[in-house]
């Protein structure tokens, strides 16, 4: 029998800002995800057990056990349903790991909707949201896929429209932990505008890239420098509209007319002197 797989999307944070905080520590969030047309892949097949092979140009240091996020899907989907069957799981890891652009999360996601299938377990869509909310805050807007706003810890998420574009993603392929970050982010918190831009037009969302931004950029940037030399090749990069930096780092987005400036952004940002090292990716949003 062959696998089944599905493309798990790179997800992007365009805005973020960090609303509060509850008293058990966990950051409240306020954000506008889209989600690419390339990630990792993830695969899968009846077996007996559940074991999971890792592939891919970034496989290298990645578990197989509990310390991965699907391994942790499967299991926790598997208990949910009392199930006996299991799951040969393979990912392709084609996305930096630990770069702020969801990709455990969305590998996560993925394989909760191909097991879920595969095993007919019959949960409804918020049954599997409630176990995506357990593996992580990012998990539930994964499982989406699709342009969301997510608010709260996660838990709350909104279907956006917005444009089909063209995305280039960089990441300077250096360490930048997330628990740091927050650590160094000091001031008051910051709501979401209430009247946000027309986010169906790439005008508007520019805008609101622009003026929302990323309430974790400046300590990340403290964090790991490297994001505002990154940033700054972004800026002066041709037909760049916006950009900014995805989660908590240290992957930073270019937003484009259209896939084919995007190539032509991503072909002269890795020629760059500082870019030797760098990771770089073009592509499009999907727009709703």
């Known amino acids: 029998m062959e696998y089944e797989g599905a493309l798990a999307p790179a997800k992007v944070n365009l805005t973020l800002a960090v609303t509060g905080r509850r008293s058990d520590g966990y950051h409240l969030l306020d954000s506008v995800v ?8 993830i695969s899968v097949m009846p077996a007996e057990e559940v074991t999971l092979a890792v592939d891919g140009p970034f496989a290298a240091g990645v578990p197989v056990d509990e310390g991965n996020l699907v391994f942790r899907a499967a299991q926790i989907l598997r208990q949910s349903v009392a199930g006996r069957e299991g799951a040969a799981i393979r990912l392709t890891k084609n996305l930096p790991v630990a770069s702020g652009i969801g990709g455990g999360s969305s590998d996560a996601a993925q394989t909760l909707l191909l097991l879920d299938r595969m095993w007919e377990t019959g949960l409804s869509r918020t049954d599997l ?16 896929g699709r342009a969301c706003r997510m608010r709260g810890i996660g838990e709350r998420v909104d279907r956006l429209r917005l444009p089909e574009c063209g995305i280039v993603l960089v990441n300077p392929m250096v360490p930048c932990s997330t628990a740091a970050v927050f650590k ?7 709501p979401m505008p209430d009247d ?3 986010l169906s037009t790439l005008s508007g969302l520019c805008i609101a890239v622009d003026q929302v931004g990323n ?3 400046t300590p990340a940037i403290s964090e790991c420098p490297e994001i505002g030399v990154v940033l700054a090749s972004l800026e002066g990069v041709p037909g760049v509209r916006a950009h900014g930096m995805s989660g908590s780092g240290a992957t ?3 937003l484009f007319d259209d896939a084919a400036t995007a190539k032509r ?4 940002l ?3 002197q500082q870019a030797a090292n760098w990771w770089v990716h073009a592509g499009v949003i999907a727009g709703d």
């Open 34 to 41: 889209a989600f690419t047309d390339f990630g990792d892949r």
């Open 129 to 144: 949201a409630s176990l995506a909310l357990m593996l992580g805050a990012d998990v539930p807007v994964c499982l989406e």
């Open 184 to 190: 160094r982010r000091d001031g008051a918190f910051s």
């Open 196 to 198: 946000l831009p027309d």
């Open 215 to 217: 309430d974790l950029l």
């Open 252 to 254: 930073c987005f270019g």
């Open 265 to 268: 952004a991503s072909d002269a």
């Open 270 to 272: 890795r020629t760059a």
